[in-house]
């Protein structure tokens, strides 16, 4: 048979497993595109992955042909035809609330709309679950409540609150991927926020170890007369929040953590930066550090945004709406378009979701009392292509900052978020020409609120692979809980 032959054979098969019929016998697995995506450029090729779940190799189309001329019998064939092949979403800032809040959220229903969304990992905040990931032993209750329910990777944060110095080291140890920290009132009572007395502590503590320190960087400051445009105290309007929390909060946080980021050798990493005019103040601490000789990833001055900041602004919000109320806010347009300046320039590191469920009875029309947070843990890849598309970016620029980025945030940069020999298999079919609305009947996370009701979303993840294993398929996410708990025995 001729290689043209054996080809053309090997494409209509391959067309049958993809739609769900599985080739029996098989070991190795070629998976095919004609838009195989990595965060330097796309190609026409394919990923080998072996029969651990690793990736083998990634091919061209050329070298494909070889291959299958080859070794066709060893191999099961999925090919996605021209839906983009791209490593498996990174998702390093969730809340899945579980223990405690699991009305709100819970492992099951936010792993299971990661993997609808093309995620393969999230990083599980250390709130709003009861109790916080503050100590060793509340993070065995943690991955207790997690072990059996995860359709995806998990890993967690640890958290720091004043006091608990003492167990950082030890969560370390246990497979942390790092601690978040609020330097503002959090909104729960069981995690306070730290303060400069607890800050040369945790600093001192962390110093010169491999972990990351991330801060929800606002610092409470005398409002005065600042306000982004309006002058409303009526609570049912979105500006009189958004006049609560100006701009000034995020710019004083970070003046404030680049004294310690001079001071101390720990990596630093601000979560959802709103305010765009925060990047240039870590680029500066980021250049010191450099001129300093560190060799930390991005110096170890980090930053992401989140799709709610690229996808929204405050002009948009209606009155009474709070599924667009999060801290911090959505800001301007004008402040919007900046973040996609630096998005372009790639001044930014990464992009999370900060899903951040809760249940309709806290999402009432008040802003000034409603509960703070969006979920979209589901809908980042597109929420990210939708308005990345129409300003002519490419699909690696996807891959860099929903993959790579946050992988390497949370030292999983050599295991997870790239097409590379050696990686965890984990992958996704994405049809970047393929559109779709936003409606309750889709979603799968808890509680159906979301900013985006409605709204039609472009890219459509198709299929979603973990270590190789289909794991969402055609609109459904397959029964059996795959993923695994990343951390350390303990």
């Known amino acids: 048979m001729s290689l043209y032959y054996l080809f053309i054979f090997i494409l209509l098969v391959s067309e049958i497993s993809c739609r769900g019929f599985q080739i029996e016998n098989r070991e190795r697995q070629l998976f095919l595109s004609r838009n195989v995506v990595t965060e330097s450029g796309e190609f026409d090729g394919g990923v080998l992955v072996d029969i651990n779940g690793k990736i083998e190799g990634v091919l061209t189309r050329e070298s494909i042909i070889e291959l299958l001329s080859n070794d ?5 064939v999925i090919d996605g035809g021209n839906w983009a092949l791209m490593a498996g979403g990174v998702d390093s800032h969730v809340h899945v609330n579980e223990p405690g809040r699991t009305t709100w959220e819970g492992y099951v229903t936010a792993t299971r709309a990661a993997a609808a969304g093309g995620f393969t990992t999230i990083v599980d905040m250390p709130l709003n679950s009861v109790p916080p990931t503050t100590t060793m032993e509340n993070f065995k209750i943690k991955t207790s409540s997690a072990r059996e329910e995860a359709y995806v990777d998990v890993a967690f944060w640890g958290g720091i609150v004043p006091g608990n110095e003492v ?5 370390i140890n246990a497979g942390v991927v790092g601690f978040k920290g609020f330097l503002i009132d959090s909104g729960v009572s069981e995690f306070p926020n730290v303060d400069t007395n607890d800050l040369d502590k945790i600093f001192t503590t962390l110093n010169g170890t491999n972990t990351v320190l991330a801060f929800h960087a606002e610092y409470p400051i005398s409002n005065g007369s600042q306000c982004e445009g309006c002058d409303s105290t009526d609570p049912f309007l979105y500006n009189t929040y958004l006049a609560s929390r100006p701009p000034e909060m995020e710019l004083g946080a970070v003046s404030l953590l680049a004294k310690y980021i001079a001071k101390y050798d720990v990596h630093v990493h601000v979560v959802h930066v ?32 989140c799709g709610h900041y690229l996808t929204l602004s405050s002009e948009q919000i209606p009155p009474g709406h709070s599924e667009f109320k999060c801290s911090p806010p959505i800001r301007s347009i004008t402040n919007k378009l900046k973040l996609w300046e630096y ?20 999402k009432t029309s008040n802003f000034m009392s409603a509960w703070g947070g969006i979920s979209s843990v589901q809908f980042g890849l597109s929420l990210f292509w939708t308005e990345a598309k129409a300003r002519g970016f490419s699909l690696s620029a996807l891959s860099h900052y929903l993959s790579s980025g946050p992988a390497h945030l949370v030292g999983l940069g050599n295991q997870k978020g790239a097409l590379k020999a050696g990686y965890d298999a984990d992958l996704v079919f994405f049809d970047p020409d393929a559109s779709f609305v936003v409606t309750p009947d889709i979603i799968v996370y808890k ?37 695994q708990l990343l951390v350390n025995a303990f």
């Open 72 to 76: 066709e019998a060893s191999l099961e």
């Open 167 to 171: 167990e950082l080291k030890n969560l």
């Open 274 to 305: 709103s305010a765009a005019d925060v990047i240039p103040l870590l680029e500066q601490a980021r250049e010191q550090r450099i001129q300093s000789g560190s060799t930390r990833w991005r110096g170890g001055v980090t930053a992401e945004t």
């Open 343 to 362: 998005i372009r320039d790639r001044r930014l590191d990464l992009v999370a979701s900060d899903h951040s469920p809760t249940v309709a009875d806290k």
């Open 447 to 483: 509680n159906k609120i979301s900013p985006y009701m409605y709204r039609v979303l472009n890219g459509k993840v198709m299929q979603t692979f973990l270590r190789g294993q289909l794991i969402y398929s055609d609109g459904e996410v397959l029964e059996t809980p795959k993923g």
